[in-house]
Structure formats: structure tokens, C-alpha cells
């Protein structure tokens, strides 16, 4: 049996539309609404409540002030999404302006920070993250070089105080999960397999 992807995982739990005569949909197909949005409907009825965590990619840490402090009026939680422009896209806030990490404080957010990691050197950022008062850390397992490696760095960010988690490019198997899931309090899948820039369509 090959090994799953976290593409497949959507596959088996979000199946694609299908067209009113049973065929796959084409661009020119007619696709029946029911049909199309019978997962997501099926899915929520499982849950009694699906939380939406706003994400932010501020230039600033008074950006990141300002964002924080519009988004605790309807939520508890801020996804801050962080780019060091070698493992992905181009370098983000606190990686600007000189492309270097700067320290900073988000402690004091009034939210629970979730920081996503994408960089070449997740555990030291995480460790920075989780120091400056995140909730939750997460790094993505592609940035690690093995599964001792990750497991570590999970069990820093948590000494630290923050939970942690993984994320997953869609395009990578699960299995490479098996050693490290049980040091996790997040699994993030990726829903594109390029990251790094805002307004992609789902993969």
C-alpha cells in the first residue's frame, strides 16, 4: 500500500463534486449544489461549533498591536504567520526589515498567538516565539532534518510553556507523522502546496 499524503487525507474526507449525472464536474459541467457542498454540510452537523482563527502578517509589531486588538473582539485566538524568506515566500515581520529575526513581545497581545512557522530553522524561532509569549508554536516537518529533531524541538517549545504543533505541505506523507505525533498538541495540513503568499486558490 503506498503511503498517504495529507492531498489524499483531504481527498478521503472532502470528496470532489460531482456532476448531476454522476461524472467528475469540468470546467463546462453543470455541478449540482447539493452534491457540492454535501461534505462541508455533513461536517459541520459532526461538530457543534468550527472555531475560525484569523491570520496575520503584520509589517510591524505596532501592526501586529493594531491587528491583535481588532480581532479579540470577536475571537480569543490570532494566527501569525511567519516567513523567513529562505523556506518560504518572501521574509516577514520579525524577519524585516534586514531579513534577520528581531526580538519582540506578544505576551501582551489580549489573544492567543498561534505562530506558524515557516523557516529554514524552526527550533530557534520556535524557541524565540515561545519566549516571547505564543500560545502555540508550530513548525513545519519539512525544515527538519529528522524525526529526533523535530521531537526535540517540540519538547522545547513546550518546556518554554507554549504548546506545540506540526504542519504538513500537503505533498508530504503522513507517515512522516509516526514518530513525532504523540509530542504534538496541533497537526496542521497545509490546504496549498505552495507556501508562503496570500490569495492562493486550494490545491
Given amino acids: 500500500m503506498r503511503s498517504r499524503s495529507a492531498r489524499d487525507l483531504f481527498r478521503l474526507r472532502m470528496p470532489g463534486a460531482r456532476c448531476e449525472n454522476g461524472s467528475r464536474p469540468r470546467f463546462q459541467a453543470k455541478i449540482a449544489i447539493a452534491d457540492a457542498f454535501e461534505p462541508l454540510i455533513n461536517f459541520l452537523r459532526m461538530h457543534e461549533s468550527i472555531e475560525i482563527v484569523p491570520t496575520v502578517i503584520p509589517k510591524d509589531a505596532a501592526d501586529f498591536a493594531s491587528a491583535a486588538d481588532i480581532v479579540k473582539r470577536f475571537t480569543d485566538r490570532i494566527h501569525l504567520d511567519i516567513d523567513d524568506g529562505v523556506f518560504a515566500g518572501s521574509p516577514t515581520w520579525p524577519y524585516l526589515p534586514s531579513g534577520e529575526f528581531l526580538p519582540f513581545d506578544i505576551g501582551n497581545a489580549g489573544?492567543?498567538?498561534?505562530?506558524?512557522?515557516?523557516?529554514?530553522?524552526?527550533?530557534?524561532?520556535?524557541?524565540?516565539?515561545?519566549?516571547?509569549?505564543?500560545?502555540?508554536?508550530?513548525?513545519?516537518?519539512?525544515?527538519?532534518?529528522?524525526?529526533?529533531?523535530?521531537?526535540?524541538?517540540?519538547?522545547?517549545?513546550?518546556?518554554?510553556?507554549?504548546?506545540?504543533?506540526?504542519?504538513?505541505?500537503?505533498?508530504?506523507?503522513?507517515?512522516?507523522?509516526?514518530?513525532?505525533?504523540?509530542?504534538?498538541?496541533?497537526?496542521?495540513?497545509?490546504?496549498?502546496d505552495t507556501i508562503g503568499a496570500q490569495g492562493a486558490l486550494f490545491d
Wanted: proline share 1%.
Fill in 111 to 192: 489573544v492567543r498567538v498561534e505562530a506558524h512557522l515557516m523557516v529554514q530553522d524552526p527550533r530557534s524561532t520556535g524557541d524565540a516565539l515561545a519566549n516571547a509569549g505564543a500560545h502555540t508554536v508550530v513548525g513545519h516537518i519539512e525544515a527538519f532534518q529528522n524525526s529526533a529533531e523535530t521531537r526535540a524541538a517540540l519538547l522545547s517549545w513546550r518546556e518554554i510553556g507554549a504548546q506545540a504543533g506540526i504542519a504538513l505541505l500537503m505533498s508530504t506523507s503522513l507517515e512522516a507523522l509516526a514518530d513525532v505525533a504523540d509530542a504534538c498538541d496541533v497537526i496542521q495540513i497545509m490546504s496549498i
